[in-house]
């Protein structure tokens, strides 16, 4: 029960952090490693990622609810509407969350190669961090692809890279970009906290 309590809060701080106060992130994202390394499952491993980052999409892109899609998709009966979006934005934010997951059986067969070398995760938690965010990019792409759709990676929004902004940040996005920067946020969680 305290592990689920962390992990929605830590979805919480990180959704936070996302739009208003970075600090959160670096925190929420120490909360969030700190429970999927002690988890010695795979299938936890897997679930509990797949929540973290299910539930942080839920809270980011309930944008989704006022931008009010029914108009622009031709839909004009509004008591099938609302849960029509709701469903929509609950199967998008869980469909995402898929990736939470393989990011968490990542470090789930990372953390028990590398259990007797804890300096090499401090590389590979940040990689596997980046290459998942990619991979989500990919899946929003496909998972939302339509008539004349141009599939890519192309669907960034949620990326801890676009949650550090204060000047210094910024002039490092100038290098890294926004993967490079959820690269050191997470490096950084790990130096720091670990």
């Known amino acids: 029960m ?9 979805s919480l701080l990180l959704g ?8 959160f992130t670096v925190l929420a994202i120490a909360i969030f490693l700190f429970i999927i390394l002690k988890i010695r499952t795979f299938s936890r491993s897997f679930l509990f990622g ?24 031709g839909l004009e009966n ?56 990619y991979l989500r990019a990919w899946f929003f792409s496909i998972f939302t692809a339509g008539q004349n759709a141009l599939l890519g990676p192309h669907w960034t929004f949620g990326h801890l890279g676009y949650s550090l902004d204060n000047k210094f940040f910024l002039n490092l996005a100038a290098i890294f970009g926004v993967y490079g920067l959820s690269w050191i946020v997470v490096f950084w969680v790990l130096l720091w906290f670990f």
């Open 2 to 10: 305290f592990t689920a309590i962390n992990l929605l809060l830590s």
């Open 16 to 23: 936070i952090g996302y739009e208003n106060f970075w600090p």
């Open 50 to 73: 797949w929540l973290f980052l299910s539930i942080y999409l839920a809270y980011i892109t309930r944008w989704l609810f006022a931008v009010w899609p029914a108009e622009w998709m």
């Open 78 to 133: 509004e008591p099938i509407v609302l849960p029509l979006i709701f469903l929509i934005w609950l199967l998008l934010s869980a469909a995402m969350g898929i990736i939470g997951g393989i990011f968490a059986i990542l470090i789930f067969i990372a953390n028990t190669k590398l259990r007797s070398s804890e300096g090499r995760l401090v590389f590979v938690v940040p990689c596997a961090w980046i290459i998942t965010e």
